[in-house]
Every structure is written in C-alpha cells, then in structure tokens.
C-alpha cells in the first residue's frame, strides 16, 4: 500500500494528461502552450529555488557521479552494439543510427519522472543529489551522440553551437544560476522568493500532465521490436548497473544510493526523440521507446521501491 500511495498519484495526473487528449479535450496547441509554461516558467523556477537552497556539501559527490555515468555510458555503449550487430540490415555501419539507439537505452526521463518518484519516495531533501546528475545529464549524453554520428557524417559536430543551446537550456539555465545564488550565498528577498514558490507549485503536476498528453502523440510503431529493447535496457538493466555500483564498488549511502536508482529507472526521456528527429535516425524507434519505457517504468518503478524501500 506504501509503494501504491508513492506510485498512484504520478500515474493518475500522466493518465489524466492522456485522456484529455485522446478525448480531444485538450489540442495539440494548448499542450504546446502548457508545455512552454512548465519547461521555461514554472520548472525553471522550481529548480532555481530549490538549487539555491539545498546543501551543496550533501549534494556534491564523486562517487554518487561515478555510481551513475559508468552504468549510464555502459549501457550507451551496449546499445551501440546491439543496434550495429543485431538491429542494423546486414551489420552494415550507420554510426548516426547507432548513436540514437545509444541514447535511447541510456537517456532518463529524470526532471518529468524521477524527480516526482524522489520526491514521493525519500522526501524533498534528497533532490539535492539529483541536481548534479541532471545538470550533466542531457550535456553529455547529446554531444556523445552527436559525436559518434559525425565519425560516420560529413556534417561537422559544432562545439560552439551545441555548448550554446545547452548553456541556454531552461533546465540547465536555472539549475546553473541557483548554483551560483547558493555559491555567493544570496538570499532571494521574500518577495521574490514568494512569488518564485508560486510558480514553482504547479511544476511536477504540470510536467506530468504535460509527459501523458505528449503520449497520446506518439505512436508505438511497427518496429516496435527495438523500442522494446530499448526500454528494457533503459528501465531495467540501468537501475541494476547503478544499484551494484553503487554497492560493492563506491559502496554509497543508502538514500544517494535508492536517489540514483530511481533516477536512472525513469522512462526514455522525450528530449531523445526531438535528437532521433533532428539527426533522422531511428526516429519511429525511439517515439515507441517514449510510451513502451513509460508505461513499464510502471511495473519497474514498483520493483525498484519494492526493492529498495
């Protein structure tokens, strides 16, 4: 009932997303409006505030950082492999496909989904941790991906380009300033402060809302095979990777341990579709990855809390 009580309130606001789409309630227009208040007003201001306030000694870690990239970039890598030798017509290279498939056994869906379980799970002082991992999370990911996939492009990979659209991203934006709030020690005037918290309430109820109703865009194709595998490599064999490395290799604290195991049990996260569509690889693989690892990040989220809780 624990683990029902964590788990039922996410899934009933992404379900109720859903439903007001299929039912043609909501528009495409108005979750694109939805959409552009939580990602660049009321998330921005929920990581800002909390970024600026969390203990930075709890949330600056070595080995919590290792616990989870070496597991993150393993899996990316077993992808590539998986993709090359047993996905790909006739083995032959594409090393753009490759890379998309990399990152869509690897990329967490952690603002949308695995901050909320964090927060219903452990409580919201454990999201310090989860700060420094999100904040060189799509950075290292994206430019991995995009490196690879030029080795096999004429197109150039643009450091320039890339290193300004992360820097201007809103999640990254606003994680980066409330570091630089809580480095400086500056502490925001109550009324600003206030009304950031205004806007910061609505921002894990809107961002659910808004996951469920992009899934009703998204269709499972009929390769739905390697969306399969993919989200089984993302939401199971992930959290498993960090769980051991965490333990017997860094042999972490209980609660950063179960933070990053959450973390990284969250669904394939959207960004890595927009990436598939821009790169034109794997794109109907990776929208089927969106819903498939979304929907058993179900049974792997009850798992993991089972498991760990």
């Given at each position: 009932m624990h683990i029902f009580s964590i788990i039922f309130p996410l899934i009933f606001i992404v379900a109720l997303g859903y439903s007001c789409c299929?039912?043609?309630?909501?528009?495409?227009?108005?979750i694109a409006g939805l959409s552009k208040f939580t990602f660049y007003i009321s998330l921005p201001a929920f990581l800002l505030l909390n970024m600026s306030q969390i203990n930075l000694q709890q949330s600056i870690s070595l080995f919590a950082f290792l616990s989870f990239y070496i597991p993150v970039l393993s899996v990316f890598w077993v992808g590539i492999l998986i993709d090359r030798f047993y996905l790909s017509k006739k083995h032959l290279k594409n090393y753009q496909q490759h890379g998309v498939f990399g990152l869509a056994s690897s990329y967490s869906?952690?603002?949308?989904?695995?901050?909320?379980?964090?927060i219903a799970s452990l409580g919201k002082e454990m999201i310090a941790i989860a700060f420094m991992i999100i904040t060189f999370h799509s950075t290292l990911l994206?430019?991995?991906?995009?490196?690879?996939?030029?080795?096999?492009?004429?197109?150039?990979?643009?450091?320039?380009?890339?290193g300004k659209s992360m820097v201007l991203n809103p999640i990254v934006l606003s994680i980066g300033c409330g570091l630089i709030?809580?480095?400086?020690?500056?502490t925001l005037f109550t009324d600003l402060a206030n009304s950031l918290e205004l806007l910061a309430k609505p921002a894990i109820a809107c961002a659910l809302f808004v996951l469920g109703a992009n899934l009703a865009f998204y269709k499972i194709a009929a390769n739905w095979q390697p969306a399969l595998i993919a989200s089984i490599l993302k939401i199971f064999l992930l959290p498993a990777l960090v769980l051991l490395v965490g333990t017997y290799v860094f042999k972490l604290d209980t609660q950063i341990l179960n933070v990053l195991v959450f973390l990284s049990a969250s669904p394939v996260g959207v960004n890595a579709y927009l990436i598939a569509t821009q790169i034109k690889q794997h794109e109907a693989t990776l929208a089927g990855a969106v819903v498939l690892s979304t929907i058993l990040s179900v049974i792997s989220f009850t798992f993991w809390l089972a498991l760990l809780l």
């Open positions: 299929r039912l043609k309630f909501f528009e495409k227009q108005h869906n952690m603002v949308l989904v695995g901050i909320p379980i964090v994206f430019a991995l991906t995009f490196l690879i996939g030029a080795k096999g492009s004429s197109d150039k990979f643009s450091w320039s380009h890339f709030l809580n480095i400086l020690g500056v």
